[in-house]
């Protein structure tokens, strides 16, 4: 596609239930990543995937967060046992190059998660 | 934890002044990029400059970079109303991390 697309665009849950997030990147780039965002503050990185492979998974809180790519392009964030503290918005992004070097990334437009 | 820290963390001006945002930064990079958000939405790559650049330009946007002081600076220059959004910086991740690093972001408020 043009764009990096991210579905859905926002998402309510109660607490405790299991949320799946959907990162569609700009068709050949090989690395996604996926950022949160609190309000007021700046994206954090969660993981990141180059290929079908998560690269660097360090951002991710906890085990209750997890993320594939299984075919290299699609990537999906699972969040399971949702917490209130888990709202925010989510952000995926997808470059050419590595580490976004030369033209930086491209983001989606994010998934607004509330955990009520 | 956030590498990159906007100075000031608001800011508002008319339309038609110019804009400076200042981002400074911990360790040692290769690259610094700034970045505009409209509306706590996505996130819209406005420029990259490298840590062997002292200056760059693209279109209204000029941005500096001093890795002596490990500073970067944004200037907007003859803003309008449409310049309106949070900006932030963001940098590497140690060990040349893929991963950027975000400030907290300044936002950006112009006046018609």
């Known amino acids: 596609g043009a764009g990096v697309s991210q579905t859905p665009s926002n998402k309510v849950t109660e607490k405790g239930k299991y949320v799946e997030l959907r990162c569609d990147p700009i068709?050949?780039?090989?690395?996604l990543y996926w950022y949160r965002q609190s309000l007021g503050q700046g994206p954090e990185f969660l993981i990141y995937f180059q290929g079908t492979g998560a690269a660097d998974d360090s951002g991710l809180p906890n085990d209750r967060f997890f993320a594939v790519r299984p075919e290299g392009s699609v990537s999906t964030l699972k969040i399971q046992r949702t917490e209130r503290g888990d709202s925010a918005v989510y952000l995926c992004a997808s470059s050419l190059h590595f580490g976004g070097d030369v033209e930086g990334y491209t983001f989606g437009s994010g998934t607004r998660l509330t955990v009520v | 934890s956030q590498q990159g820290e906007e100075d000031p963390q608001a800011l508002s001006i008319q339309e038609g002044e110019n804009a400076t945002m200042n981002c400074s930064y911990k360790t040692s990079i290769n690259n610094l990029q700034w970045y505009r958000q409209n509306s706590g939405r996505g996130l819209v790559h406005l420029i990259l400059?490298?840590?062997?650049?002292r200056e760059k330009h693209s279109g209204r946007l000029r941005v500096t970079l001093d890795t002596s002081k490990k500073s970067s600076s944004l200037l907007i220059t003859a803003s309008r109303a449409a310049d309106t959004a949070s900006y932030f910086c963001a940098t590497p991740g140690q060990g040349g991390s893929e991963k950027l690093v975000f400030g907290k972001g300044m936002k950006l408020t112009v006046n018609p």
């Open positions: 400059i490298r840590s062997n650049e």
């Open positions: 068709s050949g780039h090989t690395a």
